[in-house]
């Protein structure tokens, strides 16, 4: 018997049964005793790698940076916060790995690997799906991690993500106020779930607005250059092209400006851009792009405190934390002539 199996019995969340296993707040004492007496009844034992896990054993703790995007890992803003996590970890004498995830997300033998050897005292996980069996399988495992985007998975965890709701409303406000009334959206085809919440806000605010939205205006493609690339020779197919767009991530902003290129067009005066989550590398772009900025350094300092929180299991409840964003001006989305 798993955790999960006790919660299932007991009708009960994952994460009320750890919390009352495991001494922690928030559960009151009548739950906690039928939690108890049922684990000794059924025979419930905790994992041995979770609990290896939370001792702290190793010394080091690790970030499983994504490599199914389509990006190349050492150009991402990942890069930038995994400094500020280090800064953290350092401060601790604690040793921080940077391991590669699976290609295809629902595949997740390396992290299983990872927790059987217990290679690391906790995790931080990315590219958060809506419905992710990483998240499932840590709180079985009852290991500490923190997830660094989302997801409607079930149980009580900590997890830390970009606004991205205010984002995409401004960046629509934005091209209002620039005169675009016919806007496009460029989100992510996979199921990584800042994209479709940017989708859902996106034909929220569109709606709210008052603006024409056709299915032909939300395009899903890969959350690289190449979809960005792609994304422009969809815009050239659509009748009436629309004038501006809003970019899920800046990344796509390269692609988008070459394709654009070839058919003798650009950014402004052919299609306004915007780009929700910033890419340091996308810096180089003429017109600079408008996007949304943040502290990311700070957001990996932030993910590594919380880690360690998770880690000590110091009686504080999960961490649930939108990241603020402030929209940075470019050139890439003035008036239309």
């Not at 009708?11 to 684990?39: C, H, I, W």
Request: glycine share 8%; no cysteine; net charge neutral.
């Amino acid at each position: 018997m798993n955790i999960r199996d006790l919660a299932k019995h007991l009708n009960l969340s994952v994460g009320t049964v750890s919390r009352a296993l495991n001494g922690r707040p928030y559960v009151d004492e009548k739950t906690r005793a039928r939690v108890l007496a049922a684990a000794a009844e059924l025979g419930y034992t905790p994992s041995f790698a979770g609990r290896s896990l939370r001792q702290g054993a190793t010394g080091m703790v690790a970030m499983m940076l994504p490599t199914a995007s389509g990006l190349i890992v050492a150009d991402t803003i990942f890069m930038v916060i995994l400094e500020g996590m280090r800064q953290v970890f350092m401060s601790q004498k604690l040793d921080l790995l940077v391991l590669l995830a699976e290609p295809d997300p629902k595949d997740f033998s390396y992290l299983r690997r990872v927790v059987d050897r217990r290679i690391v005292d906790g995790l931080v996980i990315a590219d958060i799906e809506q419905s992710d069996p990483r998240i499932t399988y840590l709180i079985e495992e009852e290991v500490p991690f923190v997830a660094f985007g989302r997801s409607q998975t079930p149980g009580d965890y900590s997890w830390i993500d970009f606004d991205i709701e205010g984002a995409t409303v401004s960046a629509i406000e934005r091209l209002v106020r620039q005169g675009h009334k016919r806007i496009a959206l460029a989100t992510t085809e996979s199921d990584v779930n800042y994209g479709v919440v940017a989708e859902h806000e996106f034909r929220k605010t569109m709606a709210a607005r008052g603006l024409e939205l056709g299915d032909e205006q939300i395009v899903r493609v890969e959350s690289s250059e190449r979809g960005g690339y792609v994304f422009g020779g969809r815009w050239l197919q659509m009748i009436p092209r629309p004038t501006a767009v809003v970019l899920a991530n800046e990344h796509m902003g390269i692609g988008l400006y070459r394709r654009l290129a070839e058919e003798g067009l650009s950014v402004p005066r052919d299609l306004g851009v915007v780009a929700i989550i910033e890419e340091p590398t996308a810096r180089f772009l003429r017109p600079q792009v408008t996007r949304h900025s943040s502290d990311l350094q700070g957001l990996g300092r932030r993910l590594a405190e919380v880690l360690l929180h998770e880690i000590r299991k110091d009686g504080k409840a999960p961490v649930q934390e939108l990241w603020p964003m402030r929209l940075a001006l470019g050139d890439s989305d003035s008036i239309r002539r």
